[in-house]
């Protein structure tokens, strides 16, 4: 994606989050509404004195509008990711999986299921997001829309903030979950 096409697709994201005109917007951030509009379309090719002015007008970070949003669901399979210590030399692996975010919060959780009893968990806090990776079994995991089938050593992450489920496909599925805020 274009550097046009990323700022226009954030600032849209993030005015409609805002819940505000875009005369709203270029009335706050001190710049003209034809210049916010050929931004939202991806046509204008902005500076940074007016990113940063859209992005406090809006209270978001100047990096929600030049970072590539991160997908709603983010599956890692066993043997995927960046790894340290994959020589054959080596006897232990390190897979970054999620790096936290400043000012994030997380609970640790083990989950042992068996198959036959999904567990549906309702929409927690706004901002949660939950990373799950799969121990022992199977399991059907993520979003009761859209769930991920996991086996051993698979991560997933997906949001909490709305329904979710944990289905174990076989009798003694073990998982880590952490749920993040």
Same mark, same amino acid.
């Given at each position: 994606?274009?550097?046009?096409?990323?700022?226009?697709?954030?600032?849209?994201?993030?005015?409609?989050?805002?819940?505000?005109?875009?005369?709203?917007?270029?009335?706050?951030?001190?710049?003209?509404?034809?210049?916010?509009?050929?931004?939202?379309?991806?046509?204008?090719?902005?500076?940074?004195?007016?990113?940063?002015?859209?992005?406090?007008?809006?209270?978001?970070?100047?990096?929600?509008?030049?970072?590539?949003?991160?997908?709603?669901?983010? =599956?890692?399979?066993? *043997? @995927?990711?960046?790894? &340290?210590?994959?020589?054959?030399? %080596?006897?232990?692996? $390190?897979? #970054? +999986? /999620?790096?936290?975010?400043?000012?994030?919060?997380?609970?640790?959780?083990?989950?042992?299921?068996?198959?036959?009893?999904?567990?549906?968990?309702?929409?927690?806090?706004?901002?949660?997001?939950?990373?799950?990776?799969?121990?022992?079994?199977?399991?059907?995991?993520?979003?009761?829309?859209?769930?991920?089938?996991?086996?051993?050593?698979?991560? =997933?992450?997906?949001? *909490? @903030?709305?329904?979710? &489920?944990?289905?174990?496909?076989? %009798?003694?599925?073990? $998982?880590? #979950? +952490? /749920?993040?805020?």
């Amino acid at each position: 994606m274009s550097p046009q096409k990323l700022v226009a697709a954030s600032l849209k994201r993030e005015r409609t989050r805002a819940g505000i005109s875009l005369a709203e917007l270029a009335r706050r951030a001190g710049v003209g509404k034809s210049t916010l509009s050929q931004l939202e379309s991806g046509e204008g090719n902005p500076s940074i004195e007016t990113l940063w002015s859209i992005s406090v007008a809006l209270g978001i970070q100047f990096s929600a509008l030049v970072d590539a949003p991160r997908p709603l669901v983010e =599956v890692i399979r066993l *043997g @995927d990711g960046p790894t &340290i210590g994959a020589s054959e030399a %080596d006897s232990y692996t $390190a897979t #970054l +999986l /999620s790096a936290a975010r400043p000012g994030t919060r997380r609970d640790a959780y083990l989950i042992r299921a068996d198959r036959g009893r999904p567990r549906v968990s309702e929409p927690h806090a706004r901002g949660v997001v939950e990373h799950v990776v799969l121990c022992a079994g199977r399991a059907s995991v993520g979003p009761t829309e859209s769930p991920v089938d996991l086996s051993p050593g698979d991560y =997933v992450n997906y949001p *909490g @903030d709305v329904e979710h &489920i944990f289905d174990a496909l076989d %009798d003694g599925t073990i $998982a880590v #979950l +952490l /749920s993040e805020s």
